[in-house]
């Protein structure tokens, strides 16, 4: 064992100094926000919450939670991310194993019409017509799935993974007289899951926190999202037109200061993702590695 | 490679043709696809609609597929609402351009803003409604006093317009009567000039340090109140009329000084200075919570206001609608902020020229003028809503939610019958008057009287005063061609950006000038088109150009 | 190398069409290339709007033709300009600002020697890539607020300073929207330069040390050269990627204010589009936009591809 000098000693404690701000810089904000969500709404308004809370007052999240279309939001969101991602995944690897064949007839007109699509799209008012008026989509969770099911960078990123396979492995299965079917499965399959698993990842957060689809797919409220129903609390915009409010504006027994109400809406849409990741992110850094690392 | 890409391209190319011959099919079977049968069908014909809420705060849970008070009206149509669809308030011109951008337009459209329908229409996307209103009696009965005014520029009538209300005018405010009194304010001293108020927001400011005496929110939003008191309308960033004539804010001779009072209010923190970037939520917290004295609202709000207080658990506030403080000088011109008496509102109905089901869309509109509609959308259900005693209809009130089937009605507001009629305003100040005794448990009837003697007092001297000014017809009757409106609010976001500068000092007034001179040169051309329209709109209403 | 192997075995390949082996793979192909077909190639055609004065209602086909007009027309706008060169401008912040941070915290986190503390250190690091950009929008806003927002109470309270207006002050809003970026994306962007890291060879610096070369010279010759590639790969992707920018975190945190400093090409668009309803103004830039990127992109990656011997595709 190496003795550490004195100068490491110093280095070593202005580093972990260093790391420990930078937690603080993450989860200082956070810790800030879910204080705010479950303090006395006379704390709140009278800006004395800090880092922790003040009082302890759970009204704002019942009312969240309560809601129709909370309860609605979050399970179109569950089904979204979960029914995309597998068809995803599963669109995604085919097209990966067919793309690295090492041969076939038409493979460099195929990995063209895959790139084009990275980087030339028809905007957005052409893709809303077809979804729309040609294909009757609107208001359909197909609507969601269906148009960002491919994603050519993650084609690209399995294809080399299974690239890296042994070609003998392969070779062996073709020997066998194995089909190209079962050779995916049985063979390919098995040997990359950790890649699939991290790439699923990638594509079941892009679902969970996607809203834009929801603005204009969307004409009825039992088909919003997490993320568009945190929008219309958090960012609710005032038009250029002038806004009249109505005589008669209804009376509701409404008690919660909307600063509480936001931050608590923030707190239940981010709460999901920030449970679960630690136990995913390892897949995660995975994925991004499997992304950088080609032959 | 190079020839690869080729045959891609031509693969591709064939492809679209394919494609845009399945299109060309597909329009033209819509467009010769036209139901005139008229027959009365037993089976309910299918409609579908779109209609905006004009931002009334609907339940978030509200349900807008199943609207009791709606299917009442369609089933005496003998129609079936398949589809609503109600965009978020802010959300409403993104989805009403998407829809048009699809073709697949709603048989019924209720929109916010003739202008955008008439142009629309006149791209052949609504249908002509003047010989519906020729064969229609219930129509022909109800605007038969407003043809001339529901024309578009071309003579065609894409729109009904909300029928007039009796008791509205959109430019009003209402100030914290209650925050008035702690200061030491009697009736007799209520603020009548702006320099009166913004000695009021000092006092305010001096006793409660944590309070924010005025705020507004993103896009200067509810931020008039300065403006108007100098006789600029639209926030100092838009086109309005000026004796007669169509000016842009900055072309006004008293813009700076109203640009050097609000920055005055920001420096002495009579005004947020986070009104730029708040959002409505934020905006809430501060006048629930911060003793904003005055906030804009249309006449009838302002009247009905103390009842959102009341649910926002602020049982002291009392608020009363206000007379704007002009300011002592002949360039102020009243009439630029005054509405004077709206033949027809701004909020329309349209039917779509591709409709399947047109006969049924017309009956639904004809319906939705019905007595029977307009005791929906005023008193809801009898027995659930209102009752009848001695043969007049009372509201029945259940401590605060009582609401029921009401809420679902409001939804519906401004669809053609107008909000803001004198009863209903009445209607809803007797809710309001009942919010506050809830509140309040011990609230005498001698305060609420007060309250309610103030409040009427000031209701009728603001209504008075508007309907002594002539009719403004700038954002009501005039529609600019497609580009204009376009480069318009491209304008109106320059605009915007300049005069926030200029109020918070980020740039000098002389800075100010020449930003200003600037603009109104690249913008020229919409005033001049303003100017051109401005004569046949006056017409309307009976004005004269120039005067 | 099974790379070498692959290529004598591909020289045997038989070209052109073999129904046994290619058939499979067609299937195989079949539905991603007919969902990109109907939700990306069908979709292209719509930029014919582009070269048109397109009418909502009228559609594609009923609408007139302008041919280049409207090219021309954003290229003489002010505006158009203006969010060129803050898209550019704020992509060139994020590479000198935000490209060398995660390199700074790997080779930091490398360092350290409890390596329970160092996991723990990276899992929190990665913890804002998990939440949207409209949380961290809603929590940056939040906490910047000049009112209620925690700094600003700090800055009044503790230091008795005024309240400053981050968001809609030209001159804060970039270094916002900066740090913004970075603390939502350091830490998984850090994950390439650990792997580099671990990759290292630990005899090189048990040889090091042998020499005498004290800590900072094995840094200078073991642990830099050691990144030299990955860096260069990241560094060529990010200068590819100039005229794209995110567009959430904008959209989500600017206001009229700071158009100046922030409006980008993506937003622009948007009020373009769904503001004004000029379709095919926002449609002849975003054509400019995927070309222009698309020549960068292809470009860079070459030039990725001589240097490090990596590249997208």
């Known amino acids: 064992m190496i003795r550490k000098s004195t100068g490491e000693k110093i280095f070593q404690v202005v580093n972990i100094m260093f790391m420990l701000m930078i937690i603080a810089a993450i989860l200082f904000p956070l810790l800030h926000i879910f204080s705010i969500s479950v303090s006395e709404s006379s704390a709140v308004t009278t800006l004395k919450v800090g880092l922790l809370p003040i009082g302890f007052n759970l009204v704002a999240y019942k009312k969240i939670i309560g809601t129709n279309l909370f309860q609605r939001s979050l399970f179109n969101t569950v089904l979204v991310t979960f029914v995309g991602t597998v068809l995803s995944v599963i669109v995604i690897t085919m097209l990966a194993y067919a793309l690295s064949r090492r041969y076939f007839f038409g493979k460099k007109f195929v990995t063209y019409y895959l790139v084009i699509t990275m980087y030339f799209s028809g905007g957005l008012i052409p893709t809303y017509i077809l979804i729309t008026n040609y294909l009757n989509l609107e208001n359909t969770y197909l609507a969601y799935i269906l148009p960002s099911l491919v994603s050519v960078f993650y084609v690209i990123v399995v294809k080399s993974q299974i690239e890296a396979v042994p070609s003998d492995l392969v070779d062996s299965g073709a020997i066998d007289g194995a089909g190209e079917f079962r050779i995916l499965f049985n063979i390919i399959i098995p040997v990359i899951t950790p890649t699939i698993a991290a790439v699923s990842m990638f594509l079941a957060l892009g679902r969970w926190n996607m809203w834009f689809p929801v603005l204009l797919y969307a004409s009825k409220k039992t088909m919003w999202t997490l993320q568009y129903y945190l929008r219309s609390i958090v960012f609710e915009k005032s038009l250029i037109e002038q806004t009249v409010l109505t005589a008669g504006e209804n009376i509701e027994a409404d008690i919660i200061p909307p600063q509480n109400y936001q931050m608590a809406s923030i707190i239940v849409v981010a709460l999901p993702v920030v449970c679960i990741y630690p136990f995913i992110q390892k897949y995660f850094v995975k994925g991004i590695l499997a992304g950088s690392v080609k032959g | 490679m190079k020839r690869k890409i080729l045959m891609l391209v031509t693969l591709l190319l064939s492809i679209a043709m394919v494609f845009s011959a399945c299109v060309v099919q597909e329009g033209s079977k819509g467009g010769t696809d036209q139901n005139g049968t008229g027959d009365v069908v037993k089976a309910p014909d299918k409609l579908r609609i779109f209609y905006v809420t004009q931002g009334a705060t609907v ?339 259940d401590d605060g939610s009582g609401t029921q089937n009401f809420t679902q009605a409001k939804s519906l507001y401004n669809w053609l019958f107008a909000v803001n009629t004198r009863m209903n305003i009445e209607k809803s100040f007797k809710a309001t008057l009942n919010a506050i005794k809830n509140a309040n448990p011990g609230i005498t009837q001698a305060e609420l009287d007060e309250y309610s003697r103030i409040s009427w007092k000031y209701f009728n001297k603001a209504l008075e005063i508007n309907n002594s000014y002539p009719t403004y017809v700038l954002n009501k009757f005039i529609t600019l061609n497609d580009d204009t409106a376009a480069r318009a609010t491209e304008a109106a976001n320059e605009a915007l950006i300049i005069v926030t500068k200029a109020m918070r000092g980020d740039i000098s007034l002389d800075e100010f000038d020449v930003q200003a001179a600037n603009f109104l040169e690249k913008y020229k051309f919409i005033t001049e088109e303003y100017n051109q329209k401005l004569p046949a709109a006056y017409k309307l209403v009976g004005r004269e150009y120039g005067k | 190398m099974a790379r070498k192997n692959d290529i004598l075995i591909e020289l045997n390949e038989k070209r052109g069409f073999k129904k046994s082996r290619d058939l499979p793979i067609y299937m195989l192909l079949l539905p991603g290339m007919l969902l990109l077909f109907v939700f990306h190639y069908i979709p292209l055609f719509g930029v014919a709007i582009a070269f048109q004065n397109f009418i909502p209602f009228k559609g594609v086909l009923g609408s007139q033709w302008v041919g280049l007009k409207n090219f021309e027309y954003f290229l003489k706008d002010q505006n158009f300009w203006r969010v060129m060169k803050n898209t550019l401008e704020i992509n060139l912040l994020e590479i000198v600002f935000g490209f060398p941070f995660p390199i700074i915290f790997a080779l930091l986190l490398n360092e350290l020697w409890s390596s329970k503390f160092k996991k723990t250190v990276q899992t929190i690091s990665y913890l804002p890539h998990f939440i949207s950009w409209v949380i961290a929008a809603g929590i940056f806003r939040s906490i910047l607020s000049p009112s209620s927002g925690i700094i600003n109470v700090f800055l009044k309270n503790v230091l008795g300073m005024q309240p400053i207006h981050f968001l809609s002050i030209a001159g804060y809003f970039r270094p916002i929207l900066i740090i913004a970026g970075i603390w939502k994306g350091f830490g998984m962007n850090a994950v390439y330069y650990l792997a580099a890291l671990s990759s290292i060879d630990a005899q090189l610096y048990e040889a090091a040390k042998i020499d005498g070369a004290g800590k900072w010279r094995q840094t200078w010759h073991i642990t830099l050269p050691g990144l030299k590639n990955i860096t260069i790969v990241l560094l060529v992707l990010q200068v590819g990627s100039l005229v794209t920018i995110g567009f959430e975190r904008i959209f989500l945190l600017y206001n009229p204010l700071v158009y100046e400093v922030g409006d980008v090409i993506s937003t622009y668009t948007y009020r373009l589009g769904i503001e004004q309803v000029r379709f095919s103004l926002t449609s002849a830039i975003g054509l400019t936009q995927s070309v222009v990127n698309f020549i960068l992109v292809y470009s860079t990656n070459r030039l990725a591809k001589a240097v490090a011997g990596w590249s997208l595709w």
């Open chain 2, 59 to 397: 339940p978030e849970d509200f349900d807008y597929q199943n609207n009791t008070i709606l299917n009442l009206i369609a089933k005496a149509a003998n129609v079936e609402i398949v589809e609503a669809i109600v965009p978020p308030w802010s959300d409403i011109v993104t989805k009403y351009n998407l829809m048009m951008s699809s073709g697949n337009i709603c048989d019924v459209v209720h929109y916010n803003g003739p202008q955008t329908i008439n142009n629309d229409g006149k791209n052949g996307a609504f249908l002509d409604l003047t010989s519906v209103i020729n064969n229609s009696a219930i129509i022909k009965e109800r605007y038969s006093n407003f043809l001339e005014q529901l024309k578009a520029e071309d003579g065609k009538i894409y729109a009904l317009r909300a029928l007039p209300a009796d008791g509205d005018i959109n430019m009003c405010f209402y100030f914290r009567w209650d925050v008035l009194q702690d200061l030491g304010y009697t009736e007799a001293t209520i603020p009548d000039t702006l320099d009166e108020w913004i000695e009021a927001m000092r006092k305010l400011k001096q006793k409660y340090p944590d309070a924010i005496p005025y705020t507004s929110m993103d896009n200067l939003h509810w931020s008039e109140f300065v403006f108007s008191c100098y006789g600029i309308t639209g926030r100092g960033t838009a086109w309005q009329e000026y004796f007669g004539k169509a000016i842009h804010s900055f072309e006004h001779p008293l813009i700076k000084d109203a640009l050097s009072t609000y920055k005055m209010m920001l420096d002495e923190g009579l005004m947020d200075p986070e009104f730029i970037t708040s959002k409505r939520a934020d905006f809430d917290a501060k006048r629930w919570n911060k003793k904003v004295l005055i906030n804009q609202q249309n006449l009838g709000a302002a009247m009905v206001f103390a009842s959102r207080y009341m649910s926002n658990n602020i049982p002291e506030a009392r608020t009363v609608p206000g007379i704007w403080p002009f300011v002592d000088d002949p360039r102020v011109d009243p009439a630029s902020i005054y509405e004077g008496i709206l033949p027809v509102g701004n909020s329309v109905v349209a039917i779509a020229s591709t409709s399947k089901v047109k006969d049924a869309a017309i009956r639904f509109v004809e319906e939705m003028l019905s007595e029977e509609t307009q005791t929906y959308i005023t008193w809801g259900i009898e027995g659930v809503d209102y009752e009848v005693v001695n043969g007049e209809k009372q509201q029945i009130l």
